[in-house]
């Protein structure tokens, strides 16, 4: 069983920057597929973000142009750089990784954005 391990959440004024950090419990194998989704209160669990082990991206059309996923394969870590932040961002972001058809979730991460 992988397990995942987010930080970097917090509390920023509009138009800040945050860093979100994620760690698998081992890196046995390369995960195929890891990512962050997001869910506020209230509102169904959506798709932030995705990288492939070669380095293929998707964003969601919300991010695009202010969200930046990276990952380290060797490590299975997977960070995601949000900038120009709204309030709209606010949210409990989840890691995500598959591999194999299966698939993996962090405890999640609070992010608030707000004046």
């Known amino acids: 069983q992988v397990q995942l391990v987010e930080s970097g959440g917090g509390l920023v004024q509009p138009g800040g920057s945050l860093r979100l950090s994620c760690a698998a419990s081992?890196?046995?194998?390369?995960?195929?597929?890891m990512g962050w989704y997001r869910q506020a209160p209230g509102k169904q669990r959506e798709l932030v973000a995705t990288?492939?082990?070669?380095?293929?991206?998707n964003y969601a059309d919300s991010v695009k142009g202010r969200f930046t996923i990276s990952r380290d394969n060797t490590k299975n870590t997977v960070d995601l750089q949000m900038n120009s932040l709204k309030p709209e961002d606010t949210a409990v972001y989840f890691c995500?990784?598959?591999?194999?058809?299966?698939?993996?979730w962090g405890q999640g991460t609070q992010v608030t954005v707000s004046s």
């Open positions: 995500h990784a598959n591999h194999l058809a299966v698939a993996y």
């Open positions: 081992r890196n046995i194998v390369t995960l195929y597929y």
């Open positions: 990288i492939t082990s070669g380095g293929r991206t």
